[in-house]
């Protein structure tokens, strides 16, 4: 990892949140509704952020991530339910366990990704999530079935805020540095142009493939600490609609955007506490979202402004070059 | 009851399901082949013409033949918009912007008509009547020979209209090149436009059938539905409109007969393996034609 | 490129921001008023509701809500609780959960965050599970009306109104066998649904112990539309009656798809069917359909009456067993206040077990040590296209 200026500016901001939400909690400043936010934000961060890698750096649309996530938190829950282990060695376990079973399954949809893309991977991401949650709902004596896999140890709840923000600045660190490294670069040369990518010698199917597994990985962990908060899980809480709640907060921020993705997930995430009771409008307002960014990102007016963007970026560059 | 009994009374269960999604798969396809893009709302106009169709009719009190074509003009005028007002925009766009466009086309629909018509279903009793068919013991109900009528029928004329006609001779050029079409003097958005517009009447007709059959107006009627016809159009090869057809009631029966020798629960997990397989074997579907991709 | 993009999600970023800030900005001035109101001579008793009254299981919420709303009306107009010296007026803060167990853990906090005394929720099982241990951990009375899962009740400050799943299962099947003297039953039911499994894995094992026989248990999927498949199946076996435990969406297509198909089977329902008769197309499909339900809105009695006529004029509509079982917890929470002489949740919580409460689900509902409640199970007949109780 390369230490810039940019990197620091980047600590500090990390640290500087956490002093402030931990000053907030520790200070009992925060009203209990707010508390109970924290961790779904942190959780939601990681899928954000995890989809952003697959969408807006990969360029593939995935309708799944849910299902990746509900694979995370079953596996990583069903270890902490048996486990005798302390917490911080269960629950590291837990993470690990989550996310390599997530990553499992990412590989399993990898297969297919060889041979598709665009609309049909999209379908295909669908179709899987939807598989993923008949299985859940169908091995009724491990995950619980219908009736949801409960009694699952509270070990990321806010008190243990400390924990679940240094595991979200990880994820977060780790996905920037892989999207700034070379693999980082063939992803999404992928993205702008697959034939292109194919003729430079980059292993397309491979970058794809890692790509999804990693994306993967970090959906199970997120499901962990969703787990660790609720203590209940059921499979109709990783439908579709959620899939698409991630979906919208990656396109609100930006797609191919870490830092947007991040900040759309905090607000998608406590916005619906503050509009309370506003939930149909909410969806409502996600829908008309995605159209109006898709359509604005691809408007004449927005593609002028980039030009004469550009225009003077590459003046500018003339000039300092001279 | 003997198994071969069993087994034909739940092929015709099959056929039933599978005729519904057969004419939802026409619409698709048909969009897909022409326009290239997976419009996501298709199962949402659906539902559109089915509460159109009980505005009409339960509300209103119209002659159901009238509200039959009210709710096609209603569909196809709906259609028609969402091309012009959020895909033709993004017609130079990526696919992956165009999907998510449409995506948010298909939530739009799903809660504008859940803030209109509530979370609750309303009853609605069907506008068509035929007494069922008693082959044997076998009992075939009235609306499924009336959709697999209008589902075969509607296959045809389109075929044919695709085939023979100057506007579908218009589509085709589009469906291969758009800007050599657009050369020839083809009117490409009117041609795209027109696309939109059959493919949402199909919709339209396929509303008033499943609600026919059905009874109940949901908000989120279309959507499963729409997904379900979506994987019939790729397993009959997607673009191709007699492959609709047989991916539809292909797929209707497969989901019919493991739902009652399987699994009930694994047979939406079965239903999207069968696409993943298809795909992965065979991914211009059954009717299909393999393209190859071009900078 | 990018930094456009960056503008474009700020800019609506920064938009939503301000209506966030917006909305807590309302939140404030919301409990200022609240406060107001409760230093005007009385104390309040504040009632945390949490049920969804948004999304697909809205109606269960909002008749939860409107349940509670009327009994509050009720007892503050009759002047309110008097404990010791003090008179209390109820006062309700309802919170959305959306029917997701971690919005109910967020709703659980807003409503605490506003200083509820006691919480009447959550009104779906997976919610109420979700808070269970936090309200424990808070040591606060919970009183679900409707969560109806074994775990809503697993600590000893929370009770339940209704009927647990397999209690309610168990007295289907008695009353299949014993009174109506069925043998042979086959059962539908919604493999991904909670309640539906507990209330089909208990009539199951009753019908089986009495010596009744289950010729087919069929599932289903939520939002499935398509029973063809499944009545096919019974079809083929010598069912006398159909056991179909689940909601009256999924009723509605079963009983209309077995009539198509020319079955005359007997159809046994759960407490779920409520509300069948307004979302089948025809009446005649449910005529003779027989379900267990603690509340029926059309009986005969003068304090259903008052209760149905009250809350029709209030809302323009029919009272659902979720109103009438809301109704009564706020009823629970008077009395247990009454008995204890205290609104601590400790002394409530001793107390509950010691009140009997006259409501519309029962006229002596009492509550064991594992939180439930003790009442009889009623059985309601479609008869004439109106829901009828049947007679023992």
Redesign the interface.
């Given at each position: 990892m390369k230490i810039n200026k940019k990197t620091i500016i980047n600590v500090i901001i990390a640290v500087g949140v956490y002093a402030v939400v931990q000053g907030l909690i520790s200070g009992g400043m925060l009203s209990r509704q707010m508390t109970s936010l924290i961790i779904p934000i942190c959780v939601y961060v990681m899928m954000a952020v995890s989809l952003c890698l697959v969408v807006g750096f990969l360029g593939e649309l995935s309708l799944g991530h849910a299902g990746f996530m509900s694979v995370g938190a079953y596996s990583g829950a069903l270890f902490l339910t048996h486990t005798e282990l302390p917490q911080l060695p269960a629950v590291l376990i837990a993470l690990l366990i989550g996310g390599s079973a997530a990553a499992v399954f990412g590989l399993i949809i990898g297969v297919p990704v060889l041979r598709l893309k665009g609309d049909y991977l999209a379908i295909v991401t669908l179709g899987f999530g939807e598989i993923i949650k008949s299985i859940i709902n169908f091995m009724t004596p491990i995950t619980g079935g219908a009736k949801g896999l409960s009694k699952i140890p509270l070990y990321t709840t806010y008190r243990n805020f400390t924990f679940v923000f240094i595991l979200t600045v990880v994820v977060v660190l780790l996905v920037s540095n892989i999207v700034r490294s070379r693999h980082g670069r063939a992803i999404t040369s992928i993205r702008d142009n697959y034939i292109a990518a194919e003729a430079a010698g980059i292993p397309v199917s491979r970058y794809k493939i890692m790509t999804f597994v990693i994306a993967a990985f970090f959906a199970g962990v997120a499901g962990v600490v969703y787990a660790g908060n609720i203590g209940i899980l059921k499979p109709v809480n990783f439908d579709y609609n959620t899939s698409i709640e991630i979906l919208v907060m990656v396109v609100l921020g930006g797609m191919g955007n870490i830092k947007g993705s991040i900040v759309a997930a905090v607000i998608l995430t406590a916005l619906p506490e503050v509009l309370r009771g506003a939930a149909d409008y909410r969806m409502l307002l996600y829908s008309i979202v995605l159209i109006a960014l898709m359509l604005f990102n691809n408007s004449p007016i927005k593609r002028a402004f980039m030009d004469r963007r550009n225009m003077r970026q590459a003046g500018r560059l003339q000039k300092e070059g001279e | 009851m003997d198994l071969v009994n069993s087994i034909l009374e739940q092929l015709i269960n099959g056929l039933r399901t599978g005729s519904i999604y057969a004419l939802i798969a026409l619409g698709y396809t048909m969009v897909y082949g022409i326009a290239k893009m997976i419009n996501f709302a298709h199962g949402d106009i659906i539902m559109v013409g089915a509460y159109a169709l009980y505005v009409f009719v339960g509300l209103l009190g119209l002659h159901p033949v009238i509200a039959v074509l009210l709710t096609i003009v209603v569909c196809s005028v709906l259609g028609i918009t969402i091309e012009k007002v959020a895909y033709k925009p993004l017609r130079n766009a990526t696919p992956l912007a165009v999907l998510i466009t449409a995506i948010g086309v298909s939530y739009l629909l799903q809660n504008l008509s859940l803030l209109i018509f509530k979370a609750t279903p309303i009853p609605f009793g069907s506008i068509i009547r035929v007494p069922s068919v008693k082959v044997g013991s076998l009992n075939i109900s009235g609306i499924t020979i009336v959709t697999l009528v209008v589902t075969t029928v509607s296959m045809i004329a389109l075929t044919l209209f695709i085939n023979k006609s100057k506007a579908g001779r218009a589509m085709r050029a589009v469906s291969e090149d758009k800007g050599a079409a657009e050369l020839m003097g083809v009117n490409v958005n009117q041609t795209i436009s027109l696309t939109f517009a059959i493919g949402s009447a199909l919709a339209a007709v396929a509303g008033i059938l499943f609600i026919s059959q059905y009874e109940t107006l949901l908000p989120t009627m279309g959507a499963l539905p729409g997904i379900k016809a979506f994987v019939a159009a790729v397993l009959g090869g997607i673009g191709s409109i007699p492959g609709a057809m047989l991916g539809g009631i292909i797929l209707g029966i497969i989901e019919s007969l493991s739902k009652a020798y399987i699994s009930t629960q694994l047979a939406d997990a079965i239903v999207f393996g069968i696409l993943v397989i298809v795909l992965l074997v065979k991914p211009s579907g059954l009717l299909g034609k393999l393209k190859i991709e071009k900078v | 490129?990018?930094?456009?993009?960056?503008f474009?999600?700020?800019s609506?970023?920064a938009v939503?921001?301000v209506?966030?800030m917006a909305?807590?900005g309302d939140?404030k001035k919301d409990k200022a008023e609240g406060s107001e109101a409760a230093g005007a001579g009385e104390e309040t008793f504040l009632i945390g509701g949490i049920g969804p009254?948004?999304?697909?299981a809205?109606?269960y919420g909002t008749s939860v809500k409107q349940g509670a709303e009327i009994a509050i009306k009720e007892i503050n107009d009759a002047g309110g609780v008097k404990v010791g010296d003090t008179t209390y007026k109820f006062a309700l803060e309802f919170?959305?959960d959306?029917a997701?167990?971690?919005?109910a853990?967020?709703?659980?906090?807003?409503v605490?965050?506003k200083g509820a005394n006691a919480i009447m929720g959550c009104v779906t099982s997976?919610a109420c599970?979700?808070i269970v241990?936090q309200t424990y951990q808070d040591g606060i009375l919970q009183v679900t009306p409707s969560g109806s899962?074994e775990?809503c009740i697993a600590n000893d400050n929370a009770f339940r109104i209704c009927f647990s799943d397999p209690e309610q299962g168990k007295a289907m099947a008695d009353y299949a066998i014993d009174t109506m003297g069925l043998k042979k039953i086959a059962v539908i039911y919604?493999?991904?649904?909670?309640y539906?499994?507990?209330l089909q894995k208990a009539f199951e094992e009753e019908v089986k112990a009495k010596g009744g026989e289950i010729v087919a248990s069929?599932?289903?999927?939520?939002?499935d539309?398509?029973f063809?498949?499944?009545l096919?199946?019974i079809?083929?076996t010598d069912a006398e009656a159909i056991y179909v435990p689940a909601y009256y969406?999924d009723a509605?297509?079963i009983t209309?798809q077995a009539k198509?198909?020319?079955m005359t089977l007997q159809f046994l329902g759960s407490d779920g069917w409520d509300g069948v008769l307004?979302?089948?197309?025809?009446a005649s499909t449910v005529e003779g359909c027989v379900f267990s339900s603690p509340f029926c809105a059309t009986v005969d009695d003068a304090d259903v009456k008052k209760f149905v006529d009250a809350y029709n004029e209030a809302y323009k509509a029919t009272p659902d067993q979720f109103a009438a079982d809301a109704y009564d917890t706020v009823y629970t929470f008077k009395a247990a206040m009454e008995e204890a002489g205290s609104i601590e949740s400790a002394d409530m919580i001793e107390a509950m077990t010691k009140i009997t409460v006259s409501g519309m689900t029962g006229d002596e509902i009492t509550f064991d040590a594992s939180g439930a409640a003790v009442k009889e199970v009623k059985f309601v007949e479609v008869k004439d296209g109106a829901y009828q109780y049947k007679a023992e």
């Open positions: - | - | 490129m990018k930094n456009m993009k960056r474009a999600a700020f609506v970023a939503l921001a209506s966030m909305g807590c939140d009254v948004t999304g697909a809205a109606s919170a959305d959306e997701s167990e971690d919005k853990v967020q709703a659980y906090n807003t605490m965050d997976g599970i979700a241990d899962a775990g919604n493999a991904a649904d909670e539906s499994t507990g069929e599932a289903f999927n939520t939002n539309v398509e063809n498949t499944q096919t199946t079809k083929g969406q509605t297509y209309k198509d198909m020319g307004d979302t089948v197309s025809d």
